[in-house]
């Protein structure tokens, strides 16, 4: 079945959208982008715990790689995958906002709010190849 034709132009533009959002932690991971500073938080607990992890570089190259996977995926015809790969990062960063950056409605979890509307987008444009995974197994 092919979907009509507006279905699969909103499917490229959300694609597009997603592809930006994911490769900007990339480009954070390899210094393209400045450090952050406090003033772009909304708390002292969320920058303290931002420096923490870009002190450690481990979680920032971790994100770095499965998002770099995730857009590889998302173009290759695997976007049950790309949206899997990304749900447990989406779920961190939302609550990163939620809880130490002052909520869901402040300017900094803008794009965290948009990463968890397309994530949710595309793991329910998806749903038919998770069926397997949410069956149970016989014994």
């Known amino acids: 079945l092919t979907p009509p034709p507006m279905k699969k132009i909103l499917n490229v533009v959300l694609k597009v ?13 390899t210094g393209v982008f400045p450090a952050p500073t406090p ?12 420096a923490m992890l870009m002190a450690g570089k481990y979680i920032m190259i971790i994100e ?5 996977l995730a857009i590889v995926c998302l173009w290759t015809k695997r976007v049950a995958l790309a949206a899997l790969l ?6 961190n960063i939302v609550g990163f906002h ?7 409605f ?9 990463l ?22 016989k014994n």
């Open 98 to 104: 939620l809880f130490l950056d002052g909520g869901l």
């Open 116 to 137: 968890l509307v397309l994530n949710l987008y595309f793991l329910w444009q998806e749903r038919k190849a998770y069926s397997s995974l949410l069956k149970g197994t």
């Open 17 to 29: 959208i997603l592809t930006l959002i994911l490769v900007t932690p990339i480009l954070g991971a």
């Open 39 to 50: 003033e772009l938080y909304n708390t002292p607990e969320a920058y303290d715990f931002i």
């Open 106 to 114: 402040t300017p900094g979890a803008i794009m965290a709010d948009v």
């Open 86 to 91: 990304i749900l447990p990062i989406t779920v």
């Open 64 to 68: 770095a790689v499965v998002f770099a």
